[in-house]
């Protein structure tokens, strides 16, 4: 039996999911070892290769976490908030690595994972690439460097499928500019204008959300002064962007001691 890590990808038919079978399979230091989609799903019990259109993978799509993880030293998820709490707990029980992917994660949520947390080893962000996570250091960067004359204002544009906003990437962002602010986001957080709403406030942290066709992720941090602006941008062209980042997460997290880590954790940055 070979040694290389077991990984299993949920969610597998999604958008993400798909992108993440590839990637495992292409891997020379993993293998794909399950696939599961959610109950009622019209890909169960088939071969996940087939269901995408290509070869067989000998890996057939469940709807039984339990059984699936019992083989598996992680677990790539990129799902919906739900699905990833109950996965979180499953993940624990097999002594595998969660990664998360999953975005619109409430704080019910987010306390859930930290109880997991302190049993598996999660590894968690609201964007997987290596630019993204570069963006968010020189968000912080700069918002550390410049005072509230220059108002921050982050505008995120997706696919007209997805279901939250802000994005996950839009509120790292926002995170990193408040850190470098010295601020907490949520004293600052101004979502979405609409109506009379008065004129801005100084230090406010704003965002916005566009929806539309196919677009993969883009990314705006615009800082505005009078006379001047500054603006950092990420454009993703292509998903595998953050499939690579998601299996590259899988594998550094193994033997890792259990607790939380994001991918600032996995690149070293
Ligand atoms: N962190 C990152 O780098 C990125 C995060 N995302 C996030 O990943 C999530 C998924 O995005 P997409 O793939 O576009 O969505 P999608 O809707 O195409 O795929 C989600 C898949 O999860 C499945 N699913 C739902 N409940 C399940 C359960 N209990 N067990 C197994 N499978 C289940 C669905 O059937 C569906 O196939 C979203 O939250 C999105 O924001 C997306 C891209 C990059
Ligand atoms: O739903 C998506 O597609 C994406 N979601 C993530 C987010 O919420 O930021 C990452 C990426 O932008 C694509």
Same mark, same amino acid.
């Given at each position: 039996m070979s040694e290389l890590p077991g990984i299993v990808v949920m969610g597998a038919s999604g958008r993400m999911g798909q992108m993440l079978i590839r990637e495992v399979n292409a891997q020379? *230091?993993?293998? !794909?070892?399950g696939a599961l989609e959610r109950p009622?799903?019209?890909?169960?019990?088939?071969d996940v290769g087939a269901c995408m259109g *290509?070869?067989? !993978?000998?890996v057939i799509v469940s709807d039984d976490p339990l059984e699936t993880m019992a083989k598996a030293q992680a677990v790539i998820d990129f799902t919906a908030p739900a699905a990833t709490v109950a996965m979180a707990e499953i993940a624990a029980q097999a002594r595998a690595v969660h990664v998360i992917g999953t975005t619109g994660l409430g704080d019910d949520d987010l306390a859930k994972l930290a109880l997991a947390g302190r049993h598996s080893t999660i590894i968690r962000a609201g964007n997987m690439s290596l630019g993204v996570n570069l963006l968010v250091q020189l968000t912080r960067k700069v918002a550390e460097a410049l005072d509230e004359d220059f108002d921050i204002e982050i505008t995120e544009a997706h696919h007209h499928h997805k279901v939250d906003a802000p994005s996950g990437t839009a509120l790292m962002l926002g995170e990193a500019a408040a850190e470098g602010r010295g601020v907490d986001l949520a004293d600052v957080s101004d979502r979405g204008r609409d109506g009379i709403t008065g004129a801005r406030k100084r230090g406010d942290i704003g965002f916005h959300a566009v929806r539309g066709g196919d677009i993969v992720g883009e990314h705006d941090v615009m800082f505005a002064a009078p006379g001047e602006r500054i603006v950092l941008r990420h454009l993703a062209t292509d998903r595998a962007i953050f499939a690579r980042g998601a299996v590259k997460a899988a594998l550094w997290g193994?033997?890792?001691?259990?607790g939380e880590y994001d991918m600032m954790d996995v690149l070293g940055l």
């Open positions: 020379d *230091g993993a293998r !794909l070892v009622g799903h019209d890909w169960i019990g088939q *290509g070869q067989p !993978l000998g193994q033997g890792k001691k259990p």
